[in-house]
């Protein structure tokens, strides 16, 4: 009889320059729910891509059910029934929604792809996770939201024994966490092992049975979710006492910065019309899809509006019909998909941090390196930003440090104001403080922050202001944040 | 110290070592390799296909391809005669004034595809059947004979026996290439525009220009390369370059550039385009039929593309390992 579907022993791994698990032990019961918590950089993701075979371990074993198992590519893992979620989204954007759900997994008859069953069967298993959608649509119709629940659908159509979920609700809004959460439990129910990979530790709490804590490649504990607190956890993870961020009641003045009028676009938002004052930080909650993104993606000149809406910039009336002219009213935009916009991986720390300034610093028609190297020099000292030199290429960054390399882009080229998309997603809990920490600098400095946020407690913790969007509509402010609660933006949202 | 450790461990590095190692070689066997003669002829006819490389390069920098290099490259040269020997031009007006017509050449591509977003592998396509047509509406597949002398010596001509004239001005070209790669804001845009797209424009590069700018700089720079072959020559032939489309590629490629965009150099092309141009020469040296040079040739841009993949790509390197391993 034996007590473990899956137990890692002494893994090591080795990457160029760190080690990324060191001795590590992972044991996974039958049918339990496993949370693997700990920072960015400590090794879960390391330890689940081993188990699933898309990273070879240096030394240590693998036993499924008692038996040594050897996998050496996601295929292997994969035909032992052990799938993998992953962060990032894993679809094919122009194939269907079903032809997702079974790509590499295909129902055959006849040898011939049995599209019938496909669609149906993708129904079915869809319906699980409660998402009802035309599974003949190319997935790219979907939401970022939707898509995330397709990808875990994929991993539902292998049967599998055990289930990795990396950061599952990321881009989720409270429905559908809900019903991602209630299919987690009917899935342990029917013996299937999960381990559950996630920041957020409030869902943690609710919904694991254990929890392994991982800090710098080594598992530091592992017990009973019931016998430990958040604060332990966290204190656990980061090896120190962390201070989570506080509400400053900071003094905002009555110069309107960007004042934005019946700003529409179809089937995205209609009729926007808000204001931001200089050195405020406007917050945007509302739920995923509700057209935050899409508001403020039109506003930065990215995608057209319609006939009819206005942007007036200290008074007077702007013309943005592209970034090129956002940025020269002195506007810059964090998106909140780091790799798929915001960092040229392949460019070094400096570049992409400058790349925009090249315009102003130049001497006889050629880039002034001298100024551009001091002024990076600066912001690394100031920012903080964690890289061994600054001709290091920002994709050997961790997220937090490529995250400060953007804002400090936009700082040297002087904006006045800041949109940022989702600012810390998918960014550990130290670096997060530290972002939080630079937004309020930046607002005491005078610029004007929008930070769009599903994170409730960074909302309430950094926002001069609410703004509540739903389904393309404002739906309201709150102004007096700091007696606001949680309760209090859903109620506005849902009005 | 470590930049030239960096350098060797880079595509162009290792290109250049074997480059090298593939001389000495047949230097050993033959004794007729490092010779004055050699390396002249050797140079020279490499660096017509390195200045066509050199516009390949700028725009497999920016993500995109170039299949009309060797087009334009006729359709110029063809100009350049006909402005010298039909219409008495000086030669070296008639040479600016062709390869300037380059740049327009160069410049339709670029409008097609940032304007309209059309793929540049399909605009340059159709681009190379045009510009080869107007040759051959024009010449009527007939040679253009009798170019000045001037001209001739200006493309022939050998500076001590050992440097000819062609690879001064592909050097010069060069360097001026990696300082406006570089050091100017264009050159950083273009390999910005490259390495990601979607950023390039969220930080406003103006995504069109920079396009437009490389496509036409690549239109001038194989113009270039098509002047000097039809000086060299004497006479305009229809089928001067034929092959460089790809040819420009394979330097490109050897010289470490990404056919992503974003990543390699013109200093690597003229590494690329001389591996090739040995390959060939060490061919003849050694009396092997020249049957095998594109086969040779083949496989070497094989063999680098695989080790390039390999050396980028953990998770495929760990597999190939785990196979060597299991045997």
Known sequence: ?495 | MSKVVKFLKSTAGMVLVVTILIGVIVHLKTGNFFTPYNISTLTRAASFVILVGFGQTIVLLTGGIDLSVASISSVCGMFCAIFMVRMGMNEYVAIILSCLLGIVFGFVNGFFISCFKLTPFIVTLATMEIYKGIVYVITKGMPITGMSASAQNLANGIIAGILPNVVIIMVIICIILTVLLNRSKIGRYIYALGGNRNCARIVGIPIEKVEMFAYSLSGFLSAIAGVLMACKLASFQASIGESWQMDSITAAVLGGTSMAGGIGSVVGTIIGGLLSGVISTCITLLRVSSYWETIVTGAVVLIAVLIDALKDNASLRERFRARLMRR
């Open chain 1, 1 to 495: 009889m034996c007590e473990y579907v899956i137990e890692m022993k002494n893994i090591s791994k080795n990457f160029p320059g760190t080690k990324a698990l060191d001795d590590v032990t992972f044991q996974l019961q039958k049918g339990e729910i496993h949370a693997l918590v700990g920072e960015n950089g400590a090794g879960k993701s390391t330890l689940m891509n081993i188990l699933t075979g898309q990273f070879l371990m240096d030394s240590g074993s693998i036993f499924l059910e008692g038996k040594p198992v050897w996998f050496s590519s996601p295929k292997d893992a994969l035909a032992k029934c052990i799938v993998l979620v992953p962060q990032e989204l894993n679809l094919v954007q122009e194939l269907s929604v079903a032809e997702n759900i079974f790509l590499g997994n295909e129902i055959i008859k006849k040898k011939l792809v049995d599209w019938k069953s496909t669609y149906e069967e993708a129904k079915r298993l869809l319906a699980a996770l409660d998402v009802h959608v035309d599974v003949a649509q190319p997935v790219k119709k979907l939401s970022p939201a939707y898509q995330q629940l397709v990808s875990i659908a994929r991993a539902l159509a292998y049967l599998p024994k055990v289930l990795i979920l990396d950061e599952p609700t990321a881009v989720l809004t409270t429905n559908e966490k809900e019903n991602l959460f209630k299919s987690m439990q009917n899935l342990k129910k029917q013996g299937t092992s999960i381990v559950f990979i996630s920041h957020h530790l409030d869902e943690v709490m609710e919904q694991t049975d254990r929890v392994t804590i991982m800090r710098d490649g080594r598992v530091v504990k592992v017990v009973n979710t019931s016998e430990i607190t958040k604060e332990e956890m966290i204190n656990l993870m980061a090896g120190k006492k962390v201070e989570k961020t506080k509400r400053v009641k900071r003094k905002v003045s009555d110069e309107i910065f960007f004042d934005v009028r019946n700003l529409t676009r179809k089937g995205e938002f209609e009729d926007i019309s808000f204001n931001i004052r200089k050195g405020e930080i406007l917050c945007v909650a509302g739920l995923v899809g509700a057209g935050r993104t899409e508001i403020f993606k039109c506003a930065f000149g990215i995608t057209s509006k319609e006939p009819g809406g206005k942007i007036f910039i200290e008074g007077k009336e702007a013309r943005i019909n592209s970034p090129i002219d956002a940025i020269r009213y002195g506007i810059g935009y964090v998106s909140e998909e780091r790799r798929h916009d915001g960092i040229t991986p392949n460019m070094s720390v400096m570049e992409n941090m400058m790349l925009p300034s090249y315009g102003e610093l130049k001497k006889h028609g050629l880039i002034d390196y001298a100024k551009v190297i001091s002024i990076t020099n600066d912001y690394i000292q100031s920012f903080r930003i964690k890289t061994p030199t600054r001709d290091t290429l920002i994709k050997n960054l961790s997220g937090g440090n490529q995250q400060k390399v953007i804002v400090a882009r936009w700082m040297a080229k002087g904006i006045k104001m800041l949109i940022m998309d989702e600012p810390t997603r998918g960014i550990d809990v130290n670096a997060k403080g530290e972002i939080h920490n630079l937004i309020k600098e930046l607002a005491d400095k005078g610029v004007a922050i929008v930070v769009i946020s599903s994170e409730m407690e960074e909302v309430l913790a950094l926002a001069d202001r609410i703004m509540v969007v739903h389904r393309g509509k404002i739906s309201g402010y709150i102004n007096d944040v700091d007696t606001a609660t949680e309760e209090d933006v859903l109620k506005v949202a849902f009005q």
